[in-house]
């Protein structure tokens, strides 16, 4: 009898010792699985990657050059042709090739994945503003607190806040009469700000919101961020926020 | 003679609880209790002549390896097959060739391959272990019960005979407690049918 409950009870520690063994295992088992998806995810996110930025060069090595080619074709033909009834439609040209030229940097920096910090952003906003109202008799000035150039962010998310900078840019050169713009760029517990400020005229309440404005929203609420419209005599402010990763 | 009556009354309950219980009627084991119901009856009624308890170790072999080969891991299904029939049919050679009421070698037969049984049930457990404590397992409480009745039936059967020249109260009291033991091995299987869950 003895023997018996001595064997019975060896069985159960056994059992129960073997239990804890194939629960650790199977623990180990799960956490193997886990890393080989995150390792595939990876993989898969870094394929991408390098195949945006090949077809980032790509585009830099053949399109950048045809449309430099173009540019520099138009400016011999504007040279070489006399007569002034041409001349509007050269400029055409030209002014077609560099918005051409402009567009596919943009798309470059876009696709480009070593740009998607915001020290980046800031910089190619910053020049892309100047650019902008290089020619236009509006002031700018640019303002940072509290950057942290390294921060990142998606990359869906930094193509959606720069084409609401454009917007909101090209909504000031058309409709605001400012003569000064103020960009500030500012984070605050892990989101990215970006406010842009003129001191036009506002925008009064029986104004019609175009499809700008719609669209500054879409993208906002597409990337989970935020936008807010302050309006005034004294002038518009639009402020983007967006999370950082 | 109270002790018949308190048997009965177990096996019984054991019989209903088991049919009663989703998982141990759909493993067969109520097959098996209500074998030993109806061969006890035939020797109660049947005195000093049972029609059919000599046959008793060939349906309870059968009875208890359908019972295993639904609880038992299915990698250990063929050993049970194997111990099974081999079983079966030396009992069945056994009671064919037995001029006795019972035979002797086919109740050894039915002993060794329930206690073959149950061991390789435990061996199969610890070999591959689930989430369930074993001890929450209805089948580690019927093979901890069958081990030690079988243990004890052969320790009981073996000397018989000697005993019966030599030492008559020895005898009588190894029957006594053999009758103790078959009371706590289908007691200990009606508690495992009424506490268990699996």
Redesign the interface.
């Known amino acids: 009898m003895l023997l018996?409950t001595a064997f019975?009870i060896f069985?159960?520690v056994?059992?129960?010792r073997?239990?804890v063994l194939?629960?650790k295992e199977a623990q180990l088992k799960e956490a193997e699985f886990e890393n080989e998806i995150l390792q595939k995810e990876l993989e898969r996110q870094r394929a991408i990657q390098d195949e945006r930025h090949r077809i980032s060069l790509d585009m830099h090595d053949e399109l950048g050059a045809g449309i430099s080619a173009i540019k520099l074709q138009t400016e011999f033909l504007k040279n070489k042709i006399n007569d002034p009834l041409y001349f509007d439609d050269i400029n055409d040209i030209l002014k077609a090739s560099t918005e051409l030229n402009l567009t596919m940097r943009e798309m470059m920096w876009s696709l480009h994945a070593g740009n998607n910090d915001v020290g980046h952003f800031i910089q190619f906003s910053k020049r892309y503003a100047e650019g902008f109202f290089q020619k236009a008799r509006i002031g700018i000035s640019f303002e940072e607190h509290n950057i942290e150039p390294q921060a990142l962010l998606a990359d869906e998310v930094r193509r959606n806040l720069f084409l609401c900078f454009k917007e909101a840019l090209n909504n000031i050169y058309k409709h605001s009469c400012a003569s000064v713009v103020n960009i500030i760029y500012t984070s605050e517990q892990n989101a990215f700000k970006l406010i842009i400020e003129d001191n036009g005229k506002g925008i009064a309440d029986n104004v019609h919101k175009g499809n700008g404005f719609h669209n500054m929203e879409r993208r906002m609420q597409a990337v989970k961020g935020g936008w807010k419209l302050t309006t005034g005599e004294g002038g518009t402010a639009l402020s983007f926020s967006v999370g950082l990763l | 003679m109270y002790l018949l009556y308190i048997y009965i009354t177990i096996v019984s309950l054991c019989f209903v609880m088991s049919g009663f219980r989703k998982v141990s009627r759909a493993s067969g084991l109520w097959i098996y209790f209500l074998l030993v119901l109806l061969f006890e009856f035939d020797m109660i009624l049947h005195q000093p002549t049972p029609l059919i308890y000599k046959y008793s170790p060939i349906f309870l072999t059968i009875a208890l390896m359908l019972y295993y080969l639904k609880s038992i891991e299915p990698k250990f299904k063929l050993y049970l097959w194997i111990l099974g029939v081999a079983g079966v049919v030396l009992s069945i050679i056994f009671v064919a060739v037995s001029e006795e009421q019972f035979s002797n070698n086919a109740g050894l037969v039915k002993a060794l391959a329930t206690i073959s049984f149950c061991l390789l049930w435990f061996f199969s457990q610890l070999a591959m272990p689930n989430n369930t404590p074993i001890i929450k397992k209805l089948a580690f409480w019927v093979s901890s019960a069958l081990l030690l009745w079988s243990i004890f039936f052969i320790f009981r059967l073996m000397p018989r005979y000697l005993l019966n020249t030599q030492d008559k109260n020895f005898l009588a009291q190894i029957r006594i407690a053999f009758q103790y033991f078959t009371l706590l091995a289908y007691a200990t299987m009606l508690g495992g049918l009424i506490f268990t869950k699996e």
């Open positions: 018996f019975i069985v159960v056994l059992y129960n073997k239990q194939a629960a």
